[in-house]
């Protein structure tokens, strides 16, 4: 699993004109193809009526899969500039369509390339980037005694306090990024005076805004 990458926060839509064309992106999270396809398909359905659905997606952590749909425009005018477009936001799991309303005005292709490119860009833009950063669930258990100055310290530190519960004993439920495990361990040990029970449980990722 990849430590961290970047991707859509979700859903998302934006519009520009260019020369009188309307150019509708619509952007979703995808992590298969098949969702990636279906997303397109119903983009598709949905403006039937426009000239051209262009489409470009790519998927899985090392960009396996990757495909760009001109949809009736010029070869390489369309699907390739969206997907450079992707690419050079390091974006994974990603799908764009961009709708074609035609307004009588030819752009060619040097104009085509930039108005997908700049449609692309700036539906990321509205939809939202977000890093997803693989975090370790680290579960804390310490006397009661020993709360005050452990809750404390973890909220003035990069951890995340994740929950509290209140059992026998005290159980903290902390994230820690992938790889500062043993760091965490021991600056708790060192805090607690040995006097804490320290287990790994399970992973996740966890999402901040770009």
Same mark, same amino acid.
């Given at each position: 699993?990849l430590t961290s990458y970047y991707?859509?926060?979700?859903?998302?839509?934006?519009? #520009?004109?260019?020369?009188?064309? !309307?150019?509708?992106?619509?952007?979703?999270r995808t992590t298969t193809e098949?969702?990636?396809?279906?997303?397109?398909?119903?983009?598709?359905?949905?403006?039937?009526? +426009?000239?051209?659905?262009?489409? +470009?997606?790519? =998927?899985?952590?090392?960009?396996? =899969?990757?495909? *760009?749909?001109?949809? $009736? %425009?010029?070869?390489?005018? *369309?699907?390739v500039p969206m997907l450079e477009?992707?690419?050079?936001?390091? #974006?994974?799991?990603?799908?764009?369509?961009?709708? !074609?309303?035609?307004?009588?005005?030819?752009?060619? +292709?040097? $104009?085509? =390339?930039? +108005?997908?490119?700049?449609?692309?860009? %700036?539906?990321?833009?509205?939809?939202?980037?977000?890093?997803?950063?693989?975090?370790?669930?680290?579960?804390?258990?310490?006397?009661?005694?020993?709360?005050?100055?452990?809750?404390?310290?973890?909220?003035?530190?990069?951890? #995340? #306090?994740?929950?509290?519960?209140?059992?026998?004993?005290?159980?903290?439920?902390?994230?820690? @990024?992938?790889?500062?495990?043993?760091?965490?361990? @021991?600056? =708790?040990?060192?805090?607690?005076? $040995?006097?804490?029970?320290?287990?790994?449980?399970?992973?996740?990722?966890?999402?901040?805004?770009?």
């Amino acid at each position: 699993m990849l430590t961290s990458y970047y991707t859509v926060k979700g859903d998302g839509q934006n519009e #520009l004109v260019i020369q009188k064309s !309307r150019f509708i992106t619509h952007v979703k999270r995808t992590t298969t193809e098949e969702e990636a396809q279906d997303f397109i398909q119903y983009i598709k359905k949905t403006h039937h009526s +426009a000239n051209h659905n262009c489409s +470009a997606y790519l =998927i899985g952590e090392h960009d396996l =899969i990757q495909k *760009a749909n001109d949809d $009736g %425009e010029p070869s390489g005018t *369309a699907g390739v500039p969206m997907l450079e477009v992707l690419k050079k936001r390091h #974006l994974k799991d990603t799908t764009v369509v961009v709708t !074609r309303y035609f307004g009588g005005i030819k752009l060619g +292709a040097g $104009g085509l =390339i930039r +108005a997908y490119g700049q449609a692309v860009s %700036e539906g990321l833009n509205e939809t939202g980037i977000v890093e997803r950063k693989l975090m370790t669930r680290i579960s804390i258990k310490i006397d009661y005694t020993l709360l005050g100055k452990v809750e404390n310290e973890i909220r003035s530190s990069n951890y #995340l #306090l994740n929950d509290i519960h209140y059992l026998e004993q005290v159980q903290v439920i902390t994230f820690v @990024e992938s790889g500062s495990e043993d760091t965490f361990k @021991e600056w =708790i040990t060192n805090l607690t005076s $040995g006097q804490a029970s320290i287990t790994e449980d399970g992973q996740l990722y966890n999402e901040y805004d770009v």
